[in-house]
Protein backbone atom coordinates (compact mmCIF):
# COMPACT_ATOMS: atom_id res chain seq x y z
CA UNK A 1 0.00 0.00 0.00
CA UNK A 2 2.52 2.93 -1.00
CA UNK A 3 2.11 6.67 -0.50
CA UNK A 4 0.45 8.44 -3.40
CA UNK A 5 1.69 11.04 -4.88
CA UNK A 6 1.10 14.33 -3.74
CA UNK A 7 -2.62 15.31 -4.67
CA UNK A 8 -1.50 18.61 -5.15
CA UNK A 9 1.72 20.90 -5.07
CA UNK A 10 2.47 22.19 -1.73
CA UNK A 11 3.76 25.95 -1.70
CA UNK A 12 7.62 25.68 -0.61
CA UNK A 13 8.21 28.20 2.21
CA UNK A 14 11.40 29.95 0.97
CA UNK A 15 12.59 31.95 4.20
CA UNK A 16 14.66 30.64 6.50
CA UNK A 17 13.98 32.30 9.79
CA UNK A 18 15.13 30.91 13.27
CA UNK A 19 12.41 31.59 15.69
CA UNK A 20 12.81 31.68 19.58
CA UNK A 21 13.89 28.56 21.10
CA UNK A 22 13.00 26.33 17.61
CA UNK A 23 15.28 26.51 14.85
CA UNK A 24 18.30 28.34 16.16
CA UNK A 25 21.12 27.21 13.95
CA UNK A 26 24.48 26.41 15.83
CA UNK A 27 27.83 25.91 14.27
CA UNK A 28 29.43 22.49 14.72
CA UNK A 29 32.32 20.89 13.61
CA UNK A 30 30.86 17.70 13.35
CA UNK A 31 26.75 16.75 13.36
CA UNK A 32 25.08 14.17 15.25
CA UNK A 33 24.03 11.93 12.50
CA UNK A 34 20.77 10.19 13.13
CA UNK A 35 20.89 10.09 16.33
CA UNK A 36 17.20 10.00 17.73
CA UNK A 37 15.90 13.23 19.09
CA UNK A 38 15.06 11.59 22.43
CA UNK A 39 19.32 11.27 22.64
CA UNK A 40 20.87 14.03 21.37
CA UNK A 41 21.26 15.84 24.47
CA UNK A 42 23.62 18.80 24.11
CA UNK A 43 24.35 17.45 20.60
CA UNK A 44 22.58 18.61 17.14
CA UNK A 45 21.84 17.26 13.97
CA UNK A 46 22.86 20.21 11.05
CA UNK A 47 22.49 22.60 13.66
CA UNK A 48 19.10 21.75 15.19
CA UNK A 49 18.48 20.80 18.77
CA UNK A 50 16.90 17.85 19.92
CA UNK A 51 14.71 16.71 22.49
CA UNK A 52 10.84 16.29 21.63
CA UNK A 53 10.41 19.76 23.87
CA UNK A 54 12.34 22.72 24.57
CA UNK A 55 15.26 21.72 26.56
CA UNK A 56 14.53 18.20 26.40
CA UNK A 57 11.97 15.25 26.39
CA UNK A 58 9.65 16.62 29.21
CA UNK A 59 6.75 19.26 28.19
CA UNK A 60 7.33 22.68 29.68
CA UNK A 61 4.79 22.86 32.85
CA UNK A 62 2.45 25.80 30.90
CA UNK A 63 2.01 23.10 27.80
CA UNK A 64 1.43 20.10 29.97
CA UNK A 65 -0.94 22.23 32.76
CA UNK A 66 -2.72 23.17 28.94
CA UNK A 67 -3.29 19.73 27.75
CA UNK A 68 -4.62 18.66 31.11
CA UNK A 69 -7.27 21.28 30.80
CA UNK A 70 -8.31 19.84 27.38
CA UNK A 71 -8.07 16.81 28.60
CA UNK A 72 -10.81 17.48 31.56
CA UNK A 73 -13.10 18.50 28.80
CA UNK A 74 -12.84 15.06 27.00
CA UNK A 75 -16.42 13.00 27.94
CA UNK A 76 -18.84 11.13 26.20
CA UNK A 77 -21.02 13.11 23.94
CA UNK A 78 -24.17 12.36 22.15
CA UNK A 79 -24.53 12.63 17.93
CA UNK A 80 -25.05 16.00 18.69
CA UNK A 81 -22.03 16.89 20.91
CA UNK A 82 -23.94 17.36 24.28
CA UNK A 83 -22.41 15.53 26.95
CA UNK A 84 -24.08 12.59 28.03
CA UNK A 85 -23.63 9.65 30.01
CA UNK A 86 -24.52 7.51 27.02
CA UNK A 87 -22.23 9.00 24.71
CA UNK A 88 -19.27 8.47 23.30
CA UNK A 89 -15.06 9.74 22.95
CA UNK A 90 -13.71 8.99 19.45
CA UNK A 91 -10.20 8.72 19.31
CA UNK A 92 -8.84 9.31 15.52
CA UNK A 93 -6.62 8.10 13.69
CA UNK A 94 -5.26 10.70 10.50
CA UNK A 95 -2.64 9.36 7.93
CA UNK A 96 -1.14 7.20 5.55
CA UNK A 97 -0.13 3.41 5.15
CA UNK A 98 2.36 2.66 7.86
CA UNK A 99 -0.41 4.91 9.97
CA UNK A 100 -3.37 2.43 9.31
CA UNK A 101 -1.23 -0.45 9.97
CA UNK A 102 0.16 0.64 13.18
CA UNK A 103 -3.24 1.73 14.32
CA UNK A 104 -5.67 -0.96 13.01
CA UNK A 105 -5.35 -3.14 9.60
CA UNK A 106 -3.73 -2.83 6.85
CA UNK A 107 -7.13 -2.26 4.68
CA UNK A 108 -7.98 0.44 6.98
CA UNK A 109 -10.94 -1.31 7.94
CA UNK A 110 -12.48 -3.43 10.58
CA UNK A 111 -12.06 -5.37 12.41
CA UNK A 112 -8.77 -4.34 13.63
CA UNK A 113 -5.40 -7.04 13.82
CA UNK A 114 -5.16 -8.29 17.13
CA UNK A 115 -1.43 -6.76 17.37
CA UNK A 116 -2.16 -3.69 15.93
CA UNK A 117 -2.65 -0.71 18.10
CA UNK A 118 -6.54 -1.23 18.50
CA UNK A 119 -6.51 -4.86 19.12
CA UNK A 120 -3.66 -4.87 21.97
CA UNK A 121 -5.97 -1.39 23.57
CA UNK A 122 -9.13 -4.02 23.29
CA UNK A 123 -7.53 -6.43 25.10
CA UNK A 124 -5.99 -4.66 28.22
CA UNK A 125 -8.85 -4.55 30.77
CA UNK A 126 -7.16 -1.31 31.84
CA UNK A 127 -8.12 1.13 28.92
CA UNK A 128 -11.80 2.47 28.90
CA UNK A 129 -14.24 0.05 26.76
CA UNK A 130 -17.13 2.03 27.72
CA UNK A 131 -17.32 5.22 26.22
CA UNK A 132 -13.45 5.37 23.94
CA UNK A 133 -14.26 4.55 20.57
CA UNK A 134 -11.22 3.57 18.15
CA UNK A 135 -11.82 4.71 14.81
CA UNK A 136 -9.24 4.72 11.88
CA UNK A 137 -9.35 7.46 9.48
CA UNK A 138 -5.84 6.40 7.85
CA UNK A 139 -5.71 5.04 4.89
CA UNK A 140 -2.71 3.72 1.95
CA UNK A 141 -1.39 6.03 -0.07
CA UNK A 142 -2.98 9.44 1.65
CA UNK A 143 -0.20 11.90 1.99
CA UNK A 144 -0.15 14.78 4.06
CA UNK A 145 -1.78 16.91 1.66
CA UNK A 146 -4.23 14.72 1.83
CA UNK A 147 -5.49 15.67 4.85
CA UNK A 148 -4.30 19.54 5.14
CA UNK A 149 -8.18 21.10 4.22
CA UNK A 150 -11.45 20.67 5.52
CA UNK A 151 -12.70 20.20 2.09
CA UNK A 152 -10.44 17.02 1.44
CA UNK A 153 -12.10 14.47 0.44
CA UNK A 154 -10.41 12.12 2.86
CA UNK A 155 -12.32 13.71 5.99
CA UNK A 156 -15.90 13.03 3.61
CA UNK A 157 -15.01 9.50 3.65
CA UNK A 158 -13.90 9.42 7.44
CA UNK A 159 -17.19 10.86 8.45
CA UNK A 160 -19.48 8.97 5.85
CA UNK A 161 -17.77 5.50 6.00
CA UNK A 162 -15.45 5.28 9.42
CA UNK A 163 -17.29 7.28 11.72
CA UNK A 164 -20.96 6.07 10.42
CA UNK A 165 -20.30 2.64 10.26
CA UNK A 166 -19.03 2.93 14.20
CA UNK A 167 -22.55 4.73 14.59
CA UNK A 168 -20.64 7.95 15.61
CA UNK A 169 -20.57 11.53 14.03
CA UNK A 170 -18.00 14.50 13.81
CA UNK A 171 -19.05 16.01 16.89
CA UNK A 172 -17.84 12.96 18.65
CA UNK A 173 -14.04 12.95 17.46
CA UNK A 174 -12.69 14.62 20.66
CA UNK A 175 -8.75 13.25 20.22
CA UNK A 176 -6.29 12.80 16.88
CA UNK A 177 -3.26 10.89 16.52
CA UNK A 178 -1.61 12.25 13.25
CA UNK A 179 1.11 10.26 11.90
CA UNK A 180 1.82 11.41 8.23
CA UNK A 181 4.45 11.74 5.45
CA UNK A 182 5.22 13.14 1.71
CA UNK A 183 5.99 10.60 -0.85
CA UNK A 184 9.61 10.53 -2.98
CA UNK A 185 10.39 13.38 -0.61
CA UNK A 186 13.91 15.04 -2.66
CA UNK A 187 15.20 17.95 -0.30
CA UNK A 188 16.62 17.26 3.11
CA UNK A 189 17.54 19.56 5.84
CA UNK A 190 19.03 22.65 6.12
CA UNK A 191 17.37 23.39 2.91
CA UNK A 192 14.91 25.89 3.75
CA UNK A 193 12.66 23.77 1.22
CA UNK A 194 13.76 20.85 2.51
CA UNK A 195 10.44 18.06 2.98
CA UNK A 196 10.70 18.66 6.87
CA UNK A 197 9.63 22.52 6.35
CA UNK A 198 6.95 20.92 3.62
CA UNK A 199 5.89 18.93 6.58
CA UNK A 200 5.64 21.24 9.15
CA UNK A 201 3.40 23.41 7.02
CA UNK A 202 1.10 20.78 6.38
CA UNK A 203 1.15 19.56 10.22
CA UNK A 204 -0.05 23.30 10.82
CA UNK A 205 -3.00 22.67 8.46
CA UNK A 206 -4.12 19.46 9.47
CA UNK A 207 -4.48 20.78 12.84
CA UNK A 208 -6.43 23.10 11.94
CA UNK A 209 -8.63 20.92 9.02
CA UNK A 210 -9.36 18.98 12.50
CA UNK A 211 -10.59 21.98 14.67
CA UNK A 212 -13.02 22.51 11.07
CA UNK A 213 -14.38 19.22 10.67
CA UNK A 214 -13.95 18.11 14.26
CA UNK A 215 -15.40 21.05 16.67
CA UNK A 216 -14.85 19.15 19.87
CA UNK A 217 -11.59 17.84 19.11
CA UNK A 218 -9.52 18.73 22.18
CA UNK A 219 -6.45 17.10 21.64
CA UNK A 220 -4.18 15.80 18.99
CA UNK A 221 -1.04 13.98 19.35
CA UNK A 222 1.44 13.94 16.03
CA UNK A 223 4.28 11.44 15.70
CA UNK A 224 6.62 11.36 13.08
CA UNK A 225 8.06 8.44 11.16
CA UNK A 226 9.71 4.47 11.93
CA UNK A 227 12.81 4.22 11.15
CA UNK A 228 13.30 3.57 7.36
CA UNK A 229 17.28 2.75 6.56
CA UNK A 230 16.80 -0.45 5.23
CA UNK A 231 13.99 1.43 2.53
CA UNK A 232 15.37 0.31 -0.85
CA UNK A 233 13.33 2.74 -2.82
CA UNK A 234 12.76 6.25 -2.94
CA UNK A 235 9.28 6.10 -1.35
CA UNK A 236 10.44 7.97 1.53
CA UNK A 237 13.75 6.85 2.98
CA UNK A 238 16.04 8.29 5.07
CA UNK A 239 17.18 11.05 6.02
CA UNK A 240 13.44 11.89 5.71
CA UNK A 241 12.11 9.65 8.03
CA UNK A 242 14.65 10.66 10.91
CA UNK A 243 13.71 14.36 9.72
CA UNK A 244 10.12 13.69 9.82
CA UNK A 245 10.48 14.39 13.85
CA UNK A 246 11.99 17.58 13.27
CA UNK A 247 8.78 18.50 11.89
CA UNK A 248 6.64 17.30 14.40
CA UNK A 249 9.13 19.16 16.86
CA UNK A 250 9.26 22.31 15.20
CA UNK A 251 5.38 22.13 15.13
CA UNK A 252 4.36 21.51 18.66
CA UNK A 253 7.18 23.95 19.78
CA UNK A 254 5.07 26.74 17.43
CA UNK A 255 2.24 25.67 19.41
CA UNK A 256 3.85 26.38 22.89
CA UNK A 257 5.13 29.13 21.55
CA UNK A 258 2.30 31.22 20.24
CA UNK A 259 0.26 30.72 23.72
CA UNK A 260 3.10 32.30 25.22
CA UNK A 261 3.77 35.17 22.87
CA UNK A 262 -0.31 35.55 22.25
CA UNK A 263 0.32 35.31 18.35
CA UNK A 264 1.92 33.13 15.32
CA UNK A 265 4.68 32.33 16.56
CA UNK A 266 6.23 30.59 13.02
CA UNK A 267 5.06 31.29 10.05
CA UNK A 268 4.97 27.82 8.17
CA UNK A 269 2.86 26.47 11.60
CA UNK A 270 0.45 29.04 11.16
CA UNK A 271 -2.26 30.05 13.69
CA UNK A 272 -2.16 27.81 16.33
CA UNK A 273 -4.25 29.53 18.87
CA UNK A 274 -5.79 26.15 21.16
CA UNK A 275 -8.43 28.42 22.14
CA UNK A 276 -9.58 29.49 18.82
CA UNK A 277 -8.60 27.55 15.49
CA UNK A 278 -6.68 24.43 16.80
CA UNK A 279 -6.32 21.38 20.15
CA UNK A 280 -3.75 21.15 22.11
CA UNK A 281 -1.16 19.69 20.12
CA UNK A 282 1.62 17.70 21.84
CA UNK A 283 4.23 14.47 21.04
CA UNK A 284 2.74 11.36 20.67
CA UNK A 285 4.81 8.20 21.07
CA UNK A 286 8.03 9.01 19.19
CA UNK A 287 8.61 5.91 17.10
CA UNK A 288 12.00 6.29 15.81
CA UNK A 289 15.63 4.85 16.23
CA UNK A 290 18.36 3.95 14.32
CA UNK A 291 18.53 0.62 12.99
CA UNK A 292 19.92 -2.24 15.00
CA UNK A 293 21.68 0.52 17.35
CA UNK A 294 19.35 0.43 20.51
CA UNK A 295 18.33 4.01 21.92
CA UNK A 296 18.66 5.01 25.14
CA UNK A 297 15.03 2.89 26.03
CA UNK A 298 16.50 0.02 23.87
CA UNK A 299 13.95 0.47 20.98
CA UNK A 300 15.54 -0.69 17.96
CA UNK A 301 14.57 -1.85 14.65
CA UNK A 302 15.53 -5.02 13.22
CA UNK A 303 15.43 -6.08 9.12
CA UNK A 304 12.34 -8.52 10.01
CA UNK A 305 10.37 -5.11 11.35
CA UNK A 306 9.75 -3.87 7.94
CA UNK A 307 8.40 -5.76 4.87
CA UNK A 308 9.87 -6.10 1.88
CA UNK A 309 11.19 -2.79 0.69
CA UNK A 310 12.19 -2.00 4.15
CA UNK A 311 9.10 1.13 4.30
CA UNK A 312 6.23 -0.09 5.61
CA UNK A 313 6.31 -2.50 8.86
CA UNK A 314 5.80 -6.13 8.65
CA UNK A 315 3.68 -7.72 11.57
CA UNK A 316 6.41 -7.39 13.86
CA UNK A 317 6.76 -4.09 13.57
CA UNK A 318 3.13 -2.89 13.76
CA UNK A 319 2.99 -5.12 17.17
CA UNK A 320 6.08 -2.65 18.07
CA UNK A 321 4.40 0.33 16.92
CA UNK A 322 1.01 -1.26 18.68
CA UNK A 323 2.24 -1.28 22.25
CA UNK A 324 4.59 2.02 22.01
CA UNK A 325 1.39 3.77 21.39
CA UNK A 326 -0.56 2.02 24.36
CA UNK A 327 2.34 2.44 26.25
CA UNK A 328 2.03 5.93 25.97
CA UNK A 329 -1.75 6.58 26.04
CA UNK A 330 -2.23 4.80 29.49
CA UNK A 331 0.93 7.09 30.84
CA UNK A 332 0.64 10.36 29.43
CA UNK A 333 -1.13 12.85 31.72
CA UNK A 334 -3.33 14.45 29.23
CA UNK A 335 -4.99 10.77 28.09
CA UNK A 336 -5.46 8.97 31.39
CA UNK A 337 -8.25 10.26 32.20
CA UNK A 338 -10.53 9.73 29.01
CA UNK A 339 -8.43 6.62 27.99
CA UNK A 340 -8.27 4.65 31.11
CA UNK A 341 -10.99 2.50 32.35
CA UNK A 342 -12.91 4.29 35.41
CA UNK A 343 -11.13 3.92 38.60
CA UNK A 344 -7.89 4.14 37.00
CA UNK A 345 -6.64 7.55 36.63
CA UNK A 346 -7.22 9.81 39.73
CA UNK A 347 -9.76 12.82 38.84
CA UNK A 348 -7.48 15.95 39.43
CA UNK A 349 -8.80 18.66 42.27
CA UNK A 350 -10.11 21.87 40.29
CA UNK A 351 -10.46 25.25 42.04
CA UNK A 352 -13.62 27.27 41.65
CA UNK A 353 -15.68 30.37 42.40
CA UNK A 354 -18.41 31.36 42.57
CA UNK A 355 -20.34 33.81 40.74
CA UNK A 356 -24.05 33.91 42.30
CA UNK A 357 -25.96 35.98 39.38
CA UNK A 358 -25.08 36.65 36.15
CA UNK A 359 -27.13 37.94 33.12
CA UNK A 360 -27.46 40.00 30.69
CA UNK A 361 -31.57 40.68 30.27
CA UNK A 362 -33.76 43.54 30.21
CA UNK A 363 -35.36 44.93 33.25
CA UNK A 364 -38.01 46.73 34.88
CA UNK A 365 -38.51 50.86 33.41
CA UNK A 366 -36.24 50.02 30.38
CA UNK A 367 -33.46 49.26 32.18
CA UNK A 368 -30.41 46.29 30.27
CA UNK A 369 -28.39 44.46 32.91
CA UNK A 370 -25.04 42.98 31.97
CA UNK A 371 -22.31 40.88 33.48
CA UNK A 372 -18.91 42.08 32.56
CA UNK A 373 -16.28 39.72 33.39
CA UNK A 374 -12.44 40.40 33.90
CA UNK A 375 -9.42 37.41 34.23
CA UNK A 376 -5.95 38.28 35.29
CA UNK A 377 -3.19 35.67 35.30
CA UNK A 378 -1.48 37.24 38.47
CA UNK A 379 1.87 34.43 37.69
CA UNK A 380 4.86 33.17 35.18
CA UNK A 381 2.90 30.29 33.99
CA UNK A 382 0.04 29.79 31.93
CA UNK A 383 -3.26 29.07 33.41
CA UNK A 384 -6.37 27.65 31.94
CA UNK A 385 -9.81 27.13 33.40
CA UNK A 386 -13.54 27.00 32.16
CA UNK A 387 -16.93 29.61 32.98
CA UNK A 388 -19.92 27.67 33.36
CA UNK A 389 -23.02 29.25 32.73
CA UNK A 390 -25.92 27.16 34.82
CA UNK A 391 -29.08 28.85 33.20
CA UNK A 392 -31.70 30.28 36.44
CA UNK A 393 -35.32 27.91 36.99
CA UNK A 394 -33.72 24.49 36.15
CA UNK A 395 -31.05 22.38 37.91
CA UNK A 396 -27.16 22.66 36.19
CA UNK A 397 -25.46 19.61 34.46
CA UNK A 398 -22.75 18.50 32.31
CA UNK A 399 -24.34 20.10 29.22
CA UNK A 400 -24.02 23.63 30.57
CA UNK A 401 -22.53 25.85 28.56
CA UNK A 402 -18.59 26.02 29.14
CA UNK A 403 -16.08 28.76 28.44
CA UNK A 404 -12.63 28.07 27.83
CA UNK A 405 -9.78 30.37 28.89
CA UNK A 406 -6.31 30.19 28.37
CA UNK A 407 -4.80 33.39 30.44
CA UNK A 408 -0.71 33.47 29.06
CA UNK A 409 1.81 35.14 32.32
CA UNK A 410 0.44 38.35 33.27
CA UNK A 411 -2.58 38.15 30.54
CA UNK A 412 -5.78 39.97 31.46
CA UNK A 413 -9.08 39.29 29.17
CA UNK A 414 -11.96 41.38 29.57
CA UNK A 415 -15.57 41.07 27.92
CA UNK A 416 -18.26 43.70 28.50
CA UNK A 417 -21.45 41.03 28.33
CA UNK A 418 -20.31 37.17 29.12
CA UNK A 419 -23.46 35.68 27.96
CA UNK A 420 -23.72 36.15 24.56
CA UNK A 421 -20.10 34.72 24.40
CA UNK A 422 -22.07 31.90 25.30
CA UNK A 423 -24.41 32.13 22.65
CA UNK A 424 -26.89 32.90 26.20
CA UNK A 425 -28.90 35.46 27.43
CA UNK A 426 -31.53 35.75 30.53
CA UNK A 427 -30.27 35.08 33.90
CA UNK A 428 -28.44 32.59 35.83
CA UNK A 429 -25.21 31.83 37.84
CA UNK A 430 -21.34 30.86 36.72
CA UNK A 431 -18.40 28.44 38.24
CA UNK A 432 -15.16 29.78 37.65
CA UNK A 433 -12.69 26.76 37.54
CA UNK A 434 -9.12 26.39 37.26
CA UNK A 435 -8.36 23.63 35.53
CA UNK A 436 -4.19 23.95 35.61
CA UNK A 437 -2.17 26.22 37.55
CA UNK A 438 -4.12 28.78 40.10
CA UNK A 439 -7.29 30.46 40.08
CA UNK A 440 -7.20 33.92 37.68
CA UNK A 441 -7.99 37.36 39.87
CA UNK A 442 -11.51 38.03 38.80
CA UNK A 443 -13.45 41.40 38.68
CA UNK A 444 -17.30 41.11 37.79
CA UNK A 445 -19.51 43.69 37.44
CA UNK A 446 -23.17 43.73 37.29
CA UNK A 447 -24.47 47.02 35.65
CA UNK A 448 -27.41 48.54 33.38
CA UNK A 449 -26.65 49.58 30.00
CA UNK A 450 -28.92 52.89 29.76
CA UNK A 451 -26.60 53.60 26.28
CA UNK A 452 -24.90 57.29 25.67
CA UNK A 453 -26.58 57.66 29.42
CA UNK A 454 -23.70 55.48 30.09
CA UNK A 455 -23.86 52.44 32.71
CA UNK A 456 -24.82 52.06 36.56
CA UNK A 457 -23.59 48.78 38.44
CA UNK A 458 -21.69 47.60 41.14
CA UNK A 459 -18.73 45.11 41.44
CA UNK A 460 -19.84 41.23 42.57
CA UNK A 461 -17.31 39.18 44.25
CA UNK A 462 -17.06 36.00 43.24
CA UNK A 463 -17.24 33.24 46.06
CA UNK A 464 -15.37 30.45 47.53
CA UNK A 465 -17.79 26.88 48.09
CA UNK A 466 -17.14 26.99 51.77
CA UNK A 467 -18.90 30.71 51.87
CA UNK A 468 -22.40 29.11 51.32
CA UNK A 469 -24.59 28.77 53.90
CA UNK A 470 -24.82 25.17 55.31
CA UNK A 471 -26.72 23.39 57.81
CA UNK A 472 -27.19 25.06 60.99
CA UNK A 473 -25.96 28.36 59.46
CA UNK A 474 -28.02 31.66 59.28
CA UNK A 475 -27.72 34.69 57.24
CA UNK A 476 -29.61 37.72 57.21
CA UNK A 477 -30.60 40.05 54.14
CA UNK A 478 -31.75 43.61 54.70
CA UNK A 479 -35.29 45.28 52.83
CA UNK A 480 -34.90 48.90 51.57
CA UNK A 481 -36.70 51.57 53.22
CA UNK A 482 -38.39 52.64 50.26
CA UNK A 483 -40.07 49.97 48.32
CA UNK A 484 -41.86 52.38 46.33
CA UNK A 485 -38.48 53.61 44.61
CA UNK A 486 -36.62 50.66 45.22
CA UNK A 487 -37.56 47.01 43.96
CA UNK A 488 -35.82 44.29 45.93
CA UNK A 489 -35.35 40.76 44.38
CA UNK A 490 -34.30 37.44 46.02
CA UNK A 491 -32.01 34.51 44.36
CA UNK A 492 -30.52 31.62 45.45
CA UNK A 493 -27.94 29.84 43.61
CA UNK A 494 -27.29 26.21 45.60
CA UNK A 495 -24.40 24.38 45.42
CA UNK A 496 -26.30 20.96 46.57
CA UNK A 497 -29.60 20.11 47.15
CA UNK A 498 -31.04 22.44 50.25
CA UNK A 499 -33.67 23.15 52.36
CA UNK A 500 -34.37 26.94 53.81
CA UNK A 501 -36.39 28.52 55.91
CA UNK A 502 -36.98 32.26 55.28
CA UNK A 503 -38.37 34.24 57.56
CA UNK A 504 -39.50 37.93 57.52
CA UNK A 505 -39.13 40.57 59.86
CA UNK A 506 -40.52 44.05 60.25
CA UNK A 507 -37.93 46.57 61.67
CA UNK A 508 -38.72 45.86 64.90
CA UNK A 509 -38.03 42.35 64.82
CA UNK A 510 -41.54 41.12 64.51
CA UNK A 511 -41.93 38.00 62.15
CA UNK A 512 -44.54 38.78 59.45
CA UNK A 513 -44.17 35.54 57.29
CA UNK A 514 -42.06 32.48 57.61
CA UNK A 515 -41.39 30.26 54.44
CA UNK A 516 -39.62 26.96 53.84
CA UNK A 517 -38.32 26.28 50.44
CA UNK A 518 -36.49 23.53 49.17
CA UNK A 519 -34.14 23.62 46.14
CA UNK A 520 -32.11 21.48 43.57
CA UNK A 521 -28.74 21.30 43.79
CA UNK A 522 -26.66 23.47 41.38
CA UNK A 523 -29.37 25.64 41.38
CA UNK A 524 -30.55 29.64 40.57
CA UNK A 525 -33.37 31.17 40.89
CA UNK A 526 -33.90 35.17 40.93
CA UNK A 527 -37.02 36.83 41.46
CA UNK A 528 -38.95 39.62 42.92
CA UNK A 529 -38.65 38.86 46.84
CA UNK A 530 -42.88 38.70 47.15
CA UNK A 531 -43.04 36.21 44.36
CA UNK A 532 -39.74 34.21 45.94
CA UNK A 533 -41.48 33.80 49.40
CA UNK A 534 -44.93 33.98 48.37
CA UNK A 535 -46.20 36.76 50.41
CA UNK A 536 -48.04 40.03 49.23
CA UNK A 537 -46.74 42.53 51.13
CA UNK A 538 -42.99 43.56 52.59
CA UNK A 539 -42.30 45.16 55.59
CA UNK A 540 -39.96 48.24 54.54
CA UNK A 541 -36.96 48.37 56.27
CA UNK A 542 -37.29 45.06 57.26
CA UNK A 543 -35.22 41.79 57.27
CA UNK A 544 -34.86 38.12 55.49
CA UNK A 545 -33.51 35.65 57.49
CA UNK A 546 -32.43 32.59 55.69
CA UNK A 547 -31.86 29.43 58.06
CA UNK A 548 -30.26 26.35 56.02
CA UNK A 549 -31.63 22.71 57.17
CA UNK A 550 -29.71 20.91 54.58
CA UNK A 551 -27.29 21.06 51.62
CA UNK A 552 -25.23 24.38 50.73
CA UNK A 553 -26.55 27.31 49.24
CA UNK A 554 -25.67 31.09 48.69
CA UNK A 555 -29.02 33.51 49.26
CA UNK A 556 -28.72 37.26 47.95
CA UNK A 557 -30.62 40.26 47.62
CA UNK A 558 -30.60 42.34 44.69
CA UNK A 559 -32.12 46.09 45.01
CA UNK A 560 -32.50 48.28 41.97
CA UNK A 561 -33.36 51.93 42.19
CA UNK A 562 -36.37 52.63 40.16
CA UNK A 563 -35.94 55.97 38.92
CA UNK A 564 -32.05 55.55 37.73
CA UNK A 565 -31.72 51.81 37.15
CA UNK A 566 -28.87 51.87 39.53
CA UNK A 567 -28.61 48.07 41.06
CA UNK A 568 -26.72 46.61 44.25
CA UNK A 569 -26.38 43.54 45.89
CA UNK A 570 -25.88 41.73 49.04
CA UNK A 571 -24.94 38.34 50.38
CA UNK A 572 -26.66 36.18 53.18
CA UNK A 573 -23.62 35.68 55.06
CA UNK A 574 -23.41 32.90 57.95
CA UNK A 575 -23.59 34.67 61.24
CA UNK A 576 -20.14 34.63 63.38
Known amino acids: MPLASRRRATRHVVAFAAFAGLLAVRAVA ?43 LVRPLDGNGNPSSAGKIALLSIGMSNTTQEFCSQNGLQPCAPWSFVGQALADPAVNRSTLVFVNGARGGQVAGTFDSPADPNYNRIRDTDLASAGLT ?20 PAPESDAFTLLAQMGNIARALKARFPNVQLVFFSSRIYAGYATSALNPEPYAYESGFAVKWLVQASIDQVWAGSVAESRAGDLNPGTVAPWIGWGAYLW ?30 QKVGAMLLSFFKSEPAARSWFLAAGTAPPAAIETRIIPVVGSTPGAGGSFFKTSVQLHNPGSEPITGLVVFHPSGVPGGDSDPQLFFLLAARQTTSNDDLLPLLNRSGLGSADVRATSGVLPVLSIRVFNDAGAAGTTGFTEEAMRPGEALRAGQEGVLILPTDLT ?17 LTVRSGGGFVVATVSRVFPATYHEQQTASAFLGVTTLPPGGTISVTVGAGAAIF ?17 RAAP
Open 170 to 189: EAQVQVAWVKVANAQPNRSL
Open 485 to 501: SFRFNLGVRTLEATAAT
Open 30 to 72: QPASYTPLTDLDSQTYLGFSGGLYPGGNVPPAGHAALGLARAA
Open 556 to 572: YGATVDNRTGDPSMQVA
Open 289 to 318: ANGLTPRSDGLAWQRSDLEGAGTHPSQSGE
